[in-house]
């Protein structure tokens, strides 16, 4: 079932289907420019990287992200007819699928404010329902959400930590679930074995973290 994920490192994600989307691109090797659709789910550096944007677009790339960061996508050059801007509770369609906007932000932590309007994306395509949880806590809406695959985060400190994301997955019970947002910025590569012994085996836990870059930026 998760055959069409990869995971660069960190958030940025690569998903095979009808066409080519990613998440997050960030710390993108060479200039692939390959992405039909680029997701982004919120302003931080290690999620919203123009660099990174430059060396995976292609010259028709749709871009979906946050209404509230129609600042940024301007300033970083982004065009305005090739952007889809999207508040939580929306839909829209690109590169022949759904893609359904739900709010990601922290409880109890200041880095991911509600109020931001920062997200995550339910990806229809291939079959499947694709939770990419960006940054985000056990919310009411994220826990209410059904899907297929679950890319859930689990560093901790900025998201979940390792054993709360497990907790959300066996409440949710996806079909299978993708941790990411660990490994780089924060959480070592050992986080993958606490989240899938918290899991217990009772949903498929998928480890597509090939690469880490520790970086000392925030």
Same mark, same amino acid.
């Given at each position: 079932?998760?055959?069409?994920?990869?995971?660069?490192?960190?958030?940025?994600?690569?998903?095979?289907?009808?066409?080519?989307?990613?998440?997050?691109?960030?710390?993108?090797?060479?200039?692939?420019?390959?992405?039909?659709?680029?997701?982004?789910?919120?302003s931080?550096?290690?999620?919203f990287?123009?660099?990174? &944007?430059?060396?995976?677009?292609?010259?028709?790339?749709?871009f979906?992200?946050?209404?509230s960061?129609?600042g940024?996508l301007?300033?970083?050059g &982004?065009p305005?007819?090739?952007?889809?801007?999207i508040?939580?509770?929306?839909?829209?369609?690109?590169?022949?699928?759904?893609?359904?906007?739900?709010?990601?932000?922290?409880?109890?932590?200041p880095?991911?404010?509600?109020?931001?309007?920062?997200?995550?994306y339910?990806?229809?395509?291939?079959?499947?329902?694709i939770? &990419?949880?960006?940054?985000?806590?056990?919310?009411?809406?994220?826990?209410?959400?059904?899907c297929d695959?679950?890319?859930?985060?689990?560093?901790?400190?900025?998201?979940?930590?390792?054993?709360?994301?497990?907790?959300?997955?066996?409440?949710?019970?996806?079909?299978?679930?993708?941790?990411?947002?660990?490994?780089?910025?924060?959480?070592?590569?050992?986080?993958?074995?606490?989240?899938?012994k918290?899991?217990?085996?009772k949903?498929?836990?998928?480890?597509?973290?090939?690469?880490?870059?520790?970086?000392?930026?925030?």
């Amino acid at each position: 079932m998760t055959e069409m994920i990869s995971v660069n490192e960190h958030s940025s994600v690569l998903i095979r289907a009808e066409k080519l989307f990613r998440a997050d691109p960030f710390h993108i090797k060479g200039t692939p420019r390959d992405a039909d659709v680029i997701l982004i789910t919120h302003s931080h550096y290690d999620h919203f990287s123009p660099e990174d &944007i430059s060396r995976a677009a292609k010259k028709d790339t749709v871009f979906i992200a946050p209404r509230s960061m129609a600042g940024e996508l301007a300033g970083a050059g &982004i065009p305005k007819e090739r952007t889809m801007l999207i508040s939580a509770g929306e839909t829209v369609s690109a590169g022949g699928a759904e893609i359904e906007a739900v709010p990601a932000y922290n409880i109890g932590k200041p880095f991911h404010p509600r109020e931001n309007g920062w997200l995550g994306y339910i990806l229809n395509a291939g079959g499947k329902r694709i939770y &990419i949880m960006g940054d985000s806590d056990a919310t009411p809406e994220a826990g209410a959400v059904k899907c297929d695959i679950l890319m859930i985060p689990i560093g901790g400190r900025f998201t979940m930590d390792a054993a709360e994301a497990a907790a959300l997955t066996l409440k949710m019970m996806p079909g299978s679930v993708i941790p990411i947002h660990y490994g780089t910025v924060v959480g070592g590569a050992g986080a993958f074995d606490v989240f899938e012994k918290a899991l217990g085996g009772k949903v498929p836990a998928v480890k597509k973290l090939f690469r880490q870059h520790r970086t000392t930026r925030g």
